[in-house]
């Protein structure tokens, strides 16, 4: 590693993130009704205002016969469940696959559980 590069990553400060895991709705499909489960770590912050943030989301879901699907979201703001810690509300829909997707809402995990 260039000393350039050592210096650039000694500087670069780390916020935090969450973990998540969910089940996505079941697919509105008369003939094979299914859903897919998920789970991952969310990026780092993403400032909103000036005491407020949001975090993006992209994971893939489980195989369900021979397809998945992709998440790709941003989370709500916080919602504090104390005075230091946090979850973030999620929802959306994933990409469509074989001729359909699925919805999909869940909190995130609270970040830094026993920090």
Known sequence: MSNDTRKYCEEEQQT???EF???TRLAELEEDPHNHRFAGVSDEVI??????????????TD?????????????????????DRHVHFVCGTTTE?????????????IEDPIG
């Open 97 to 109: 696959v074989e001729d359909h997707e699925h919805d999909f809402i869940f909190a995130t995990l």
């Open 21 to 23: 895991l969910g089940s």
């Open 16 to 18: 935090h993130v969450h």
């Open 47 to 60: 400032p909103i205002g000036n005491c407020q943030h949001i975090h993006e989301i992209r994971t893939k």
């Open 63 to 83: 195989f369900y016969e021979d397809h998945f699907h992709e998440i790709c979201v941003r989370s709500g703001p916080a919602v504090f469940v104390d005075e």
